[in-house]
T-cell receptor, first 114, second 114 residues
Framework: NAGVTQTPKFQVLKTGQSMTLQCAQD?????MSWYRQDPGMGLRLIHY???????DQGEVPNGYNVSRSTTEDFPLRLLSAAPSQTSVYFC?????????????FGPGTRLTVT | AQSVAQPEDQVNVAEGNPLTVKCTYS??????LFWYVQYPNRGLQFLLK??????LVKGSYGFEAEFNKSQTSFHLKKPSALVSDSALYFC????????????FGPGTRLSVLP
């Protein structure tokens, strides 16, 4: 199993540009989440999904969109990039209800917005 | 709302000495608590969890954690530190909202000195 994969590893955007961060998992997990990691702030939840076709907002959703058309994929879209979105982004997945609650994280995407 | 505090930004310990990384939490009801480790330029890896049962939980790589309900703490411990344990450690609690996702602490950087 590849686990949770993310692309790209690094990205530089100009203010106002849009892009999509890709996330895929091959463990048939129901739950998937996107976090951003900023120094001294831990990980903050952006959006999450409890199954294909179901998404919801997390703690810091503004400026981001998600969709979940398949169990495997959970892309994160930045609509109009801003310097405040400079961060490291992590995708995570875990089994659904009745599972172990252990989350599996991807390797991250380091995004810089200039 | 739920929250997690890690009162130390940095913990330094000599190789072979015991280590403790502190975590306190705030959540209503019975807490589900987790520790994750992040090595440089990597995603987070699960170390251990407390959901119910024995207050002393054993996890990966020789780590253990002690749940103390009266002090609302979940400190991470290891009897004998290794240089390879140097990493960023995150404590997390399961949230009651956000699809029962997780709230993370700000992280503690552990440096084990040879």
């Amino acid at each position: 199993n590849a686990g949770v994969t993310q692309t790209p590893k690094f990205q530089v955007l100009k203010t106002g540009q849009s892009m999509t961060l890709q996330c895929a998992q091959d463990m048939n997990h129901e739950y998937m989440s996107w976090y951003r990691q900023d120094p001294g702030m831990g990980l903050r939840l952006i959006h999450y999904s409890v199954g294909a076709g179901i998404t919801d907002q997390g703690e810091v959703p503004n400026g981001y969109n998600v969709s979940r058309s398949t169990t495997e994929d959970f892309p994160l879209r930045l609509l109009s990039a801003a310097p405040s979105q400079t961060s490291v982004y992590f995708c995570a997945s875990r089994p659904g209800t009745g599972g172990s609650y252990e989350q599996y994280f991807g390797p991250g995407t380091r995004l810089t917005v200039t | 709302a739920q929250s997690v505090a890690q009162p130390e930004d940095q913990v330094n310990v000599a190789e072979g000495n015991p280590l403790t990384v502190k975590c306190t939490y705030s959540v209503s009801g019975n807490p589900y608590l987790f520790w994750y480790v992040q090595y440089p330029n990597r995603g987070l890896q699960f170390l251990l969890k407390y959901i119910t049962g024995d207050n002393l939980v054993k996890g990966s790589y020789g780590f253990e954690a002690e749940f103390n309900k009266s002090q609302t703490s979940f400190h991470l411990k290891k009897p004998s530190a290794l240089v390879s344990d140097s990493a960023l450690y995150f404590c997390a609690v399961r949230a009651h909202n956000y699809g029962q996702n997780f709230v993370f602490g700000p992280g503690t950087r552990l440096s084990v000195l040879p």
